[in-house]
């Protein structure tokens, strides 16, 4: 007789079923799911049509996708409606760059009730800077010094987060001249201050994300401990510093789209609004397609021939860090493009050279991995939480077709997201 109780049991039958570990597709497919967890992924055989219980519901995912939900390793929110909006592009789970502690994980915990319309949030707060520093101008947190001005007190404010319910800090390393020169540069947080940021970080058993673009700073946080890259680096890094972030386990995430939107704002509009599977509301195109909107962009940040000339270093590092065994994880910083950024992202790493498959798997297991959550999610495994999305149409002869979503499940539940 079979353990599963026919009732609590969701089966999907015949779709191709990518896992999100890199390993070739599963065609006609059978996904069983017991209260919100996966029990078994395989082929439909004869055996494991007989293992299930007698009058099991199957859904008919024949000439259907599945892949797991998406995981972004790099978002902020300005709003719940931005969390809605990643939800209905299928993200499932994010990395939420916040400023303020408390207020962060008791907005996770409200995210992570039932039928709250969200992902699920996992935050590094507070963002840590210094006075004059990019963001510097955002809001403070009430427990702790966000921008200390001494390594002891950095280290007090780290152990303040961790007491608080921090499992990961974010600091800013960034004079931000490579997008907004010739304004004047911002300052930094200091050497010392960076290292008992992430010293303290270490103690405490927290992961700590470092917003280090240029290759000085990158190379800094790495040899400080960093556990992310949180933005692409703008120089190709050198063999000594992907051998650095291998033997670490750094991740690098790489958050293309950021640098591909600040290169030239409105040529990124364009290509992205060409796809008629990006869906949105016509008020947000008709802002898009002004031209106030790339032209306000170019008056904030005036830098952008420099960018636009880092572009060949930013995707060559994509490719020299995958083929060196550097983690890659998928993060988007995408304020205009909530949700749909993930496959505006992975659009990019397979322009840059990557199969759709790797992109895939960089917004899943290897995002996922980032945040010290692979054992829960990010792959479509046995004993995995069943977060994964029904696609229309083949994503790995063509990555876009990530946005042609059938049917979201988190935790084994049909979702939909609150109307626009």
């Not at 000594?240 to 790489?254: D, E, L, R, S």
């Amino acid at each position: 007789m079979s353990l599963l109780a026919a009732a609590s049991v969701l089966v999907l039958r015949g779709a191709t079923l990518i896992d999100g570990t890199g390993a070739s597709p599963i065609e006609d497919s059978l996904l069983v799911v017991r209260d919100g967890r996966i029990v078994s992924v395989s082929r439909v055989t004869p055996e494991a049509l007989a293992a299930l219980p007698a009058g099991t519901a199957f859904i008919d995912a024949a000439g259907k996708w599945i892949v797991p939900g998406f995981v972004d390793a790099h978002v902020h929110a300005e709003s719940d409606a931005d969390l809605h909006e990643m939800l209905r592009w299928g993200v499932t789970s994010v990395r939420l760059m916040a400023e303020d502690v408390a207020a962060s994980k008791a907005l996770s915990e409200r995210a992570a009730r039932a039928g709250s319309g969200m992902p699920d949030l996992f935050p590094a707060a507070p963002i840590f800077t210094t006075k004059g520093g990019w963001w510097d101008s955002q809001p403070d947190d009430s427990n702790l010094d966000r921008r200390p001005a001494t390594p002891a007190a950095a280290r007090e404010a780290v152990r303040k987060a961790r007491a608080l319910g921090s499992s990961e800090i974010k600091v800013m390393l960034d004079d931000m001249a490579w997008c907004r020169a010739p304004k004047a540069p911002l300052d930094k947080v200091r050497p010392e201050i960076l290292e008992a940021l992430l010293s303290e970080a270490r103690a405490q058993e927290m992961r700590a994300s470092v917003h280090a673009p240029n290759l000085a700073d990158a190379k800094a946080a790495v040899a400080a401990g960093a556990s992310a890259l949180a933005h692409g680096v703008l120089e190709e890094i050198d063999d000594a510093t992907i051998a650095a972030m291998k033997k670490n386990g750094t991740f690098y995430i790489p958050t293309m789209d950021i640098f591909e939107f600040l290169a030239d704002t409105r040529r990124f509009l364009d290509d992205v609004l060409s796809d008629p599977g990006l869906v949105l509301k016509p008020d947000v195109v008709a802002q898009y397609r002004a031209s106030g909107y790339s032209d306000g962009y170019r008056e904030r940040y005036p830098n952008f021939a420099n960018v636009e000339k880092r572009l060949p270093a930013l995707r060559a590092n994509l490719r020299r860090l995958k083929a060196a065994g550097v983690p890659v994880a998928l993060g988007t910083d995408m304020w205009a493009f909530p949700g749909s950024g993930v496959s505006i992202e992975m659009d990019l790493y397979v322009r840059a050279g990557w199969t759709p498959l790797e992109a895939l798997r960089a917004a899943t297991q290897t995002a996922a991995r980032s945040l010290s959550i692979d054992g829960d999610r990010g792959t479509l495994e046995a004993g995995k939480r069943a977060d994964f999305l029904i696609l229309g149409q083949d994503p790995l002869a063509n990555i876009r077709n990530v946005r042609r979503i059938r049917a979201i499940y988190k935790a084994g539940v049909e979702v939909t997201p609150p109307a626009r």
